[in-house]
């Protein structure tokens, strides 16, 4: 992976895990408790600490400069010859396989519209996705809600009438979810993502290839853009995706964000899901049905 990806992902990871076993079930005795605390104090520090050396090594990126999310040519697309992206043999067959599953190709303009479901299948609401060039467009509507969210130039983020500021490392974070083979595609023909294997595990059911993705462009960029997948291994089909949405005001705070692909359709690029979970949009739990995709006019992706 990444070398600036070090142990602080990992003692995050470890305290929710100490925090959750204390949680659902009775702590073996004080001491665990004593550790989750010592290990909580610790991560406090190695966060600050990282965040100066981000500081230092970024120059002024973690200060949320807008020309950051839009630098493209430096920050997402150029294969830089100091990227320290690795990537695993073991990881590549399984995207490739998937992509190959998938029948991706080069990814186009789309607009993406559909329903939203509750458990029940009854419509609880519609939503319309739009990916045009860079910029990604997301809006949602309810009996009782409406959102409107856009990520690329002239970023938004409305909520029932309300602007709710974003930082540019969340933004950076959003990612077009429904869209696995693009958004693996473009990922793998940037070099500056690595690809690490990480395990066979079950997954909803499946026994699934575990796969991690990050981008290594920099520093603030390696600690949003983590992404963890799992691929069935016998369609090759994505199963889930893990993101993360960072905290408005520290980018190594996060909760996880998870996609998990029900059906597949086929389109005008290749097999996409026909319905998806999603616990980022309305709540956990929400069933998104896609019905229509179409190809649209615009900027290059």
Same mark, same amino acid.
């Given at each position: 992976?990444?070398?600036?990806?070090?142990?602080?992902?990992?003692?995050?990871?470890?305290?929710?895990?100490?925090?959750?076993?204390?949680?659902?079930?009775?702590?073996?005795?004080?001491?665990?408790?004593?550790?989750?605390?010592?290990?909580?104090?610790?991560?406090?520090?190695?966060?600050?600490?990282?965040?100066?050396?981000?500081?230092?090594?970024?120059?002024?990126?973690?200060?949320?400069?807008?020309?950051?999310?839009?630098?493209?040519?430096?920050?997402?697309?150029?294969?830089?010859?100091?990227?320290?992206?690795?990537?695993?043999?073991?990881?590549?067959?399984?995207?490739?396989?998937?992509?190959?599953?998938?029948? =991706?190709?080069?990814?186009? %303009?789309?607009?993406?519209? #559909?329903? /939203?479901?509750? !458990? $029940?299948?009854?419509?609880?609401? *519609?939503?319309?996705?739009?990916?045009?060039?860079?910029?990604?467009?997301?809006?949602?509507?309810?009996?009782?809600?409406?959102?409107?969210?856009?990520?690329?130039?002239?970023?938004?983020?409305?909520?029932?009438?309300?602007?709710?500021?974003?930082?540019?490392?969340?933004?950076?974070?959003?990612?077009?979810?429904?869209?696995?083979?693009?958004?693996?595609?473009?990922?793998?023909?940037?070099?500056?993502?690595?690809?690490?294997?990480? =395990?066979?595990?079950?997954? %909803?059911?499946?026994?699934? #290839?575990? /796969?991690?993705? !990050? $981008?290594?462009?920099?520093?603030? *960029?390696?600690?949003?853009?983590?992404?963890?997948?799992?691929?069935?291994?016998?369609?090759?089909?994505?199963?889930?995706?893990?993101?993360?949405?960072?905290?408005?005001?520290?980018?190594?705070?996060?909760?996880?964000?998870?996609?998990?692909?029900?059906?597949?359709?086929?389109?005008?690029?290749?097999?996409?899901?026909?319905?998806?979970?999603?616990?980022?949009?309305?709540?956990?739990?929400?069933?998104?049905?896609?019905?229509?995709?179409?190809?649209?006019?615009?900027?290059?992706?």
């Amino acid at each position: 992976m990444c070398k600036l990806y070090t142990a602080v992902h990992a003692s995050i990871a470890l305290s929710k895990s100490l925090q959750a076993a204390c949680r659902y079930s009775a702590c073996p005795n004080q001491k665990t408790l004593l550790a989750v605390t010592r290990l909580k104090s610790l991560i406090s520090v190695l966060i600050f600490v990282s965040s100066m050396v981000f500081s230092i090594f970024d120059k002024g990126e973690m200060a949320y400069s807008q020309e950051w999310h839009h630098d493209d040519s430096t920050m997402r697309h150029a294969a830089s010859a100091d990227s320290k992206a690795e990537r695993d043999s073991r990881a590549l067959p399984i995207v490739q396989a998937s992509l190959s599953a998938l029948g =991706a190709l080069s990814a186009q %303009n789309l607009e993406v519209t #559909g329903e /939203v479901l509750n !458990l $029940d299948g009854s419509v609880r609401g *519609t939503f319309t996705w739009k990916d045009v060039g860079k910029i990604h467009e997301a809006e949602l509507s309810t009996a009782s809600h409406h959102r409107y969210f856009r990520v690329g130039s002239n970023p938004k983020n409305e909520q029932d009438g309300k602007s709710i500021t974003l930082q540019p490392h969340q933004l950076a974070a959003s990612v077009p979810r429904h869209l696995p083979g693009q958004l693996l595609l473009d990922e793998l023909a940037n070099l500056n993502w690595s690809f690490e294997f990480i =395990a066979n595990e079950e997954c %909803n059911g499946h026994s699934c #290839g575990h /796969v991690r993705v !990050l $981008d290594c462009a920099t520093a603030l *960029t390696q600690a949003v853009s983590v992404q963890d997948w799992w691929f069935d291994n016998v369609s090759a089909l994505p199963v889930k995706l893990k993101t993360r949405i960072p905290r408005n005001d520290n980018a190594l705070i996060y909760d996880d964000d998870v996609t998990v692909y029900l059906t597949w359709q086929d389109s005008v690029i290749g097999r996409i899901p026909k319905q998806l979970r999603n616990c980022e949009q309305v709540e956990c739990g929400s069933l998104f049905d896609l019905q229509r995709v179409v190809a649209v006019p615009g900027g290059n992706r």
